[in-house]
């Protein structure tokens, strides 16, 4: 059989990016908005985006910062706090300012200080979510220092989200970034109300690409990437034809000081060739007839959103990725820097 060469589906979106804030939202936006038509934007600022007016200013700086001629439209989210006000919530959701709220289980990860201590302490704000259908974004990993980072996420749902899931059946959840067999699981057999994000960097490395032959700090992320089983059931999942699955990158930019350093950050620049990541993905499972559905379909489905208009064509083609970025006036090593991927966004 011949190899398909080109494919074109509809414009996709990114359910699950950090933009970042100035000069580096600057820098790093044009990546997203070549590729997709909206992004479910991360409010892990420092502040963080925790209320309507944060939400708003932001929108409108990324919306300034936007390349000449770009359509791209940010779709904003707010930070949960302990002392976060259902009523504030409810009034930016009505206002179409907030798309969903984020919970950070407090010091989970980058910017997560003002976190969420315990779910408890914001079951007011989520019955009024549920009233309203407004989609909560889980970032879900445990935070106890006794639980193994490996084992943070699978904790997180036998410990939290289990009982969250039964105590509010009609809340819509995306369990975010998941990255093991039994979060796969989980989602699978919950109800339509549950949904979940996958990243190119969990389809396609496990643990040995951070820790085997020397320490990767670029392929470092959180939840952090686990063993060979993990990746295998996330791809299964992927191009199951599931409307649960779909397309969120986490692309998180760090600067190459940050990351290769005594404590490095956690976060992968994966911006710059995400969507034809996903392409060497479902081409390698011989399922690039499902690509559109994860990538452009079941996302706005799940947020009740309508589908994009227009489409986007990629094309088999050897792309060499560059080993750094000058951004901002710094350098980002970007996901898969100095190597070759076979598919190409064709603008
Ligand atoms: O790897 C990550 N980086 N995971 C997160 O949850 C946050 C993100 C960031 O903001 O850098
Ligand atoms: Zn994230």
């Known amino acids: 059989m011949t190899q398909q060469q080109t494919i074109t589906i509809r414009r996709p979106d990114d359910w699950h990016v950090h933009l970042r ?144 899931v039964r105590d509010l059946p009609d809340l819509k959840i995306v369990f975010e970034h998941i990255t093991t067999s039994e979060a796969v699981q989980f989602v699978q057999s919950a109800g339509p109300k549950i949904a979940a994000t996958i990243t190119p960097q969990h389809l396609q490395i496990n643990r040995n690409a951070i820790l085997a032959g020397g320490l990767r700090p670029h392929f470092y992320c959180l939840p952090v990437a686990k063993r060979e089983e993990h990746r295998i059931a996330l791809r299964k999942a992927a191009i199951s034809g599931s409307p649960k699955f779909f397309l969120g990158t ?41 690509l559109e559905a994860f990538a452009s379909e079941f996302g706005p489905r799940f947020y009740g959103l309508p589908l994009n208009e227009g489409t986007v064509t990629l094309q088999r083609a050897e792309v060499q990725v560059p080993e750094s970025l000058t951004i901002a006036g710094g350098e980002i090593v970007p996901y898969h820097a100095g190597q070759v991927i076979g598919w190409r966004l064709v603008e």
Request: glycine content about 6%; proline content about 6%.
């Open 250 to 290: 986490d692309s998180a930019p760090h600067e190459r000081g940050a990351k290769e350093s005594s404590c490095g950050c956690a976060g992968i620049f994966n911006a710059p060739h995400a969507l034809e990541s996903y392409a060497a993905v479902f081409d390698e499972e011989n399922a690039l007839d499902r």
């Open 21 to 164: 804030d100035g000069v580096m939202m600057q820098g790093v936006l044009g990546f997203t908005a070549r590729q997709f038509a909206r992004a479910i934007v991360m409010p892990n600022l420092s502040p963080p985006v925790a209320d309507v007016a944060a939400a708003q200013s932001y929108r409108e700086r990324i919306l300034a910062a936007l390349p000449e001629g770009r359509s791209f439209q940010p779709l904003m989210t707010c930070y949960l706090t302990d002392d976060s006000d259902p009523a504030e919530i409810a009034r930016g959701f009505a206002a179409g300012i907030f798309t969903a709220a984020k919970l950070y289980p407090a010091n989970a990860t980058t910017n997560s200080a003002q976190g969420v201590t315990a779910v408890r302490n914001i079951m007011p704000v989520l019955e009024r979510m549920q009233q309203t259908g407004m989609p909560l974004l889980v970032h879900g990993e445990v935070t106890d220092h006794e639980v193994d980072i490996f084992d943070r996420e699978a904790v997180f749902i036998e410990r939290i989200l289990d009982k969250l």
